[in-house]
């Protein structure tokens, strides 16, 4: 499956972005998603990821509130809304998908497959 990331910018401190994740090839609705991000200088991080129905997500602790995920397995898109962003949410943006079982969805080796990324920087 072949994945696009689009819809980061520049936005002030307190400023939302909703992120995109298109996928084409393979069947989407197999795969969970999931967002990672990666400042410089920093490691990978995990953001959010979905099941394949939507029915089923997980956040890290720190995004929890702010942050939602959601998909549209018509459209093949998955969505990331970033609301109440910091200038610590600046980093470049990647989605990924997986095929194995929700419950061995996480660390970035669990993805199968990688989006290029989209740049989301958060000035204060």
């Known amino acids: 499956v072949q994945l696009q990331a689009s819809g980061g910018g520049l936005v002030q401190a307190g400023g939302s972005l909703r992120l995109s994740c298109a996928a084409s090839?393979?069947?989407?609705?197999?795969?969970?998603i999931g967002w990672f991000r990666q400042a410089p200088g920093k490691e990978r991080e995990s953001v959010a990821a979905?099941?394949?129905?939507?029915?089923?997500?997980r956040y890290a602790d720190s995004m929890k509130g702010r942050f939602t995920i959601s998909r549209d397995n018509i459209k093949n898109t998955v969505y990331l809304q970033l609301n109440s962003l910091k200038p610590e949410d600046t980093a470049v943006y990647y989605c990924?998908?997986?095929?194995?079982?929700?419950?061995?969805?996480?660390?970035?080796?669990?993805?199968?497959?990688w989006g290029q990324g989209t740049q989301v920087t958060v000035s204060s």
């Open positions: 090839g393979r069947t989407f609705n197999n795969y969970a």
């Open positions: 990924a998908a997986s095929s194995r079982p929700w419950s061995y969805v996480g660390e970035p080796k669990t993805y199968n497959f």
């Open positions: 979905i099941n394949w129905s939507g029915s089923s997500t």
